[in-house]
């Protein structure tokens, strides 16, 4: 599947889920996804948790991460250490 294949997957709407992007079908956002992979879950273990979901979508919340960030200007903080 192809970049914009996968980015298509990913939604934006105003009336849903406060505007986040989420997985199109569903009220799971890119940011809940990205959170379970940071906290250590498996993909397979999200997919069972998640029954509306499948590997896609879950590479389409990791590719749209990446775009954003292509996108901003992010450097973080050294101040403090």
């Given at each position: ?9 990913i ?12 997985v199109k079908?569903t ?10 992979m ?11 948790e998640?029954?509306d979901?499948n590997?896609?979508?879950?590479l389409?919340c ?6 954003a960030l292509d996108?901003?200007?992010f450097?973080p ?5």
């Amino acid at each position: 599947m192809g970049n914009n294949d996968l980015l298509e997957r990913i939604v934006l709407n105003e009336d849903a889920m406060v505007g986040k992007p989420v997985v199109k079908g569903t009220r799971l956002t890119v940011h809940l996804i990205l959170g379970l992979m940071a906290q250590g879950q498996a993909i397979d273990e999200i997919l069972a948790e998640y029954k509306d979901l499948n590997r896609d979508d879950i590479l389409a919340c990791l590719l749209f991460a990446r775009e954003a960030l292509d996108h901003i200007d992010f450097v973080p903080s050294t101040k403090g250490s």
